[in-house]
Nanobody
Framework: QVQFVESGGGSVQPGGSLRLACTTD????????IGWYRQVPGKESELVAD???????NYVDGVKGRFTISRDNAKQTVYLQMNSLKPEDTAVYFC?????????WGQGTQVTVSS
């Protein structure tokens, strides 16, 4: 069972930045449509940014202009650069295929934004 492995989370003050990374050993990585999801306890996960194989990206309205998703196919890694972080960005962040596959979820990485 091959999952994604997320890293880069942490605690920052409002306005701060973090860069998340997720990697996998899954084959055909460069063909995958991959997304960053986030989940707050008691709520369903939310797809916040995704990137298709040709590099085209999509963002949920609440993160446009603040978050940037990118991929390095040689390293089989997808990044999420998060700037101007807000308290409402606090969540556990995961990556997965779009649409998600239940067996591919990793442990996620916690992002906490507070003063």
């Amino acid at each position: 069972q091959v999952q994604f492995v997320e890293s880069g989370g942490g605690s920052v003050q409002p306005g701060g930045s973090l860069r998340l990374a997720c990697t996998t050993d899954r084959l055909y990585f460069n063909e995958l449509h991959i997304g960053w999801y986030r989940q707050v306890p008691g709520k369903e996960s939310e797809l916040v940014a995704d990137i298709v194989s040709n590099g085209r990206t999509n963002y949920v309205d609440g993160v446009k202009g603040r978050f940037t998703i990118s991929r390095d196919n040689a390293k089989q890694t997808v990044y999420l650069q998060m700037n101007s972080l807000k308290p409402e960005d606090t969540a556990v962040y995961f990556c997965n295929r779009v649409p998600s596959v239940s067996d591919w979820w990793g442990q996620g990485t916690q992002v906490t934004v507070s003063s």
